[in-house]
Structure formats: structure tokens, C-alpha cells
């Protein structure tokens, strides 16, 4: 069965220190995103990307990165972890106009 | 940019109870989806609605896209402690929308027996 897997499921980090968080899907989606869920904010988009080689910034970027060198994988990458930055962390993929698809999500604390 | 609100923010109400939430979005939508988050888990898909005025039910969940295609509504009828968690309306804009989604901000459904 087709899945979307990210991992890890749990980081602690340092202040100042670069994460990459990994998104792996199996569905051959051409469209992925990257989400961030906090308490009374939902679930906020940080960047998204519509095929190989394309990103797009989100409403929240600031202190992100993507890469998209293949269909499967959408790493996001914070280039200097900061404690506004620990949350919980989607990574979602879907067609064209069909339901998206979300992992199991990644907890990361900064400290 | 395309916002979307969704009211109330948290709802607890006794089993056997109705509920409802309501979404709306600052842009006129493409369609609409609504998904479900359990406690601890991941959002799910429900279902999705495109036509203005469309409504759906799965259930006893009935859903509701507006006539101008700027609002939804989600209504569960009789609630069970099944029906716990978070619900997210999900808009994709009618131009300049590409693929993505925007999210709305949640409600968060309690259910006691």
C-alpha cells in the first residue's frame, strides 16, 4: 500500500543547531507540503512543492528550507533551530483537486 | 492571503448531543474539504465538497458548502465519544490557489458521557 512516512517521529534540539526533519511518500504525488500545528494556530503551511526541482514558500517560511530532488522525498531543513520553532510537524502530499495524505508527524522540541 | 476561520475553537458537549462547526474562508473557494485529527494522531481525510450549495452526509455527519462558496459547515448529529478530536475545514482558492490547501484554524471537540 501506498504510504507517507516521516522521520524522525521525536527530536530535541539545541538552539542554533541545523535539523532536518525527512518526508518519504510512496503515492507518486507530485504535490507535497510542510506543515507546522500549534495550539490555536491549526496547521500552518511552510512550504510546498508542485513537482521535481519546484518549492514554494508558505505563510510561515521564515527560518525554513525545502529541497525537492525527487518525487518521494520532501526534507525540510531548519537552518538554525530557534524555540519559537518547537511544534509538531506535517508532512502532507496529494493529486490534482484530491484529498491529501499526511504522516504520522514529527515532534521537535528546541532548547 | 487566502484565510480561513473556523468556530468555535472548542466545544465539549455531553454524549447524545449535536454539534457543529463552522468554517469560513476571506476568498471565494475552489472546493472544500474537511478532515479529522484524534487526539495524538494526524489529520484525516473526511470527505470533499466542490458544487456551491452542496451538502453530504457520511452518517451521521452532514456537510454543508455554501452558496458562495466562501463557507462550510460540518454537523454531527447525536455525538459519541468516538467522535472525539479536531476538525479542520481545508480550503484551495478558486484562482491563484494552485494545489495547496489552507487549513482553517480547528475545533477541538470534547464528548463526555
Known amino acids: 500500500d501506498a504510504e507517507i512516512t516521516q522521520s524522525p517521529r521525536h527530536k530535541i534540539t539545541e538552539t542554533g543547531r541545523q535539523v532536518t526533519l525527512a518526508c518519504h511518500q510512496t503515492w507518486n504525488h507530485n504535490n507535497m507540503f510542510w506543515y507546522r500545528q500549534d495550539l490555536g494556530h491549526g496547521l500552518r503551511l511552510i512550504h510546498y512543492s508542485y513537482g521535481v526541482q519546484d518549492t514554494n514558500k508558505g505563510e510561515v517560511s521564515d527560518g525554513y528550507s525545502v529541497s525537492r530532488s525527487n518525487t518521494e522525498d520532501l526534507p525540510l531543513t531548519l537552518e538554525s533551530a530557534a524555540s519559537s520553532q518547537t511544534s509538531v510537524y506535517f508532512c502532507a502530499s496529494r493529486g490534482t483537486n484530491t484529498e491529501a495524505f499526511f504522516g504520522q508527524g514529527t515532534r521537535l522540541t528546541v532548547v | 492571503g487566502q484565510q480561513v476561520m473556523q468556530i468555535p475553537q472548542y466545544q465539549h458537549v455531553q454524549e447524545g448531543e449535536d454539534f457543529t462547526t463552522y468554517c469560513n474562508s476571506s476568498t471565494t473557494l475552489s472546493n472544500i474539504q474537511w478532515y479529522k485529527q484524534r487526539p495524538g494522531g494526524h489529520p484525516v481525510f473526511l470527505i470533499q465538497?466542490?458544487?456551491?450549495?452542496e451538502v453530504k452526509k457520511q452518517k451521521r455527519l452532514t456537510f454543508q458548502f455554501g452558496e458562495a462558496k466562501k463557507n462550510s459547515s460540518l454537523h454531527i448529529t447525536a455525538t459519541q465519544t468516538t467522535d472525539v478530536g479536531t476538525y479542520f475545514c481545508a480550503g484551495r482558492g478558486l484562482t491563484g490557489g494552485g494545489n495547496k490547501l489552507t487549513f482553517g484554524t480547528g475545533t477541538q471537540l470534547k464528548v463526555e458521557l
Open positions: 465538497l466542490v458544487k456551491s450549495g
